[in-house]
Nanobody, 118 residues
Framework: QVQLVESGGGLVQAGGSLGLSCAAS????????MGWYRQAPQKQRELVAT???????NYADSVKGRFTISRDNAKNTVYLRMIRLKPEDTAVYYC????????????WGRGTQVTVSS
């Protein structure tokens, strides 16, 4: 069982910056692919970024060059640094833990709201 708790959301003006954190419980963090997803009102949840245990990252085209995902395995925490934010980045951001070595199990946090005003 993995529990994820996000923090760091809020309201920011367009062009501003914001950082999100996701703390994971349990002893399997070093076996997880961590990711951030987001869901805007009346839209489907979409991938923002992922990071493997070895630090390989993957980003949605819409956030490349503006968002940076990172992880601290010693702290069981994954981060998302967001700069040059746009109104279309407004969404609930969810932390995800994917365990490919444990039956492809997926765990989700409750989400944190990010609102970018124009």
């Amino acid at each position: 069982q993995v529990q994820l708790v996000e923090s760091g959301g809020g309201l920011v003006q367009a062009g501003g910056s914001l950082g999100l954190s996701c703390a994971a419980s349990g002893s399997l963090f070093n076996s997880t692919v961590m990711g951030w997803y987001r869901q805007a009102p009346q839209k489907q949840r979409e991938l923002v970024a992922t990071i493997t245990t070895g630090g390989t990252t993957n980003y949605a085209d819409s956030v490349k060059g503006r968002f940076t995902i990172s992880r601290d395995n010693a702290k069981n925490t994954v981060y998302l640094r967001m700069i040059r934010l746009k109104p279309e980045d407004t969404a609930v951001y969810y932390c995800n833990a994917f365990l490919p070595l444990y039956g492809n199990m997926n765990y989700w946090g409750r989400g944190t709201q990010v609102t970018v005003s124009s």
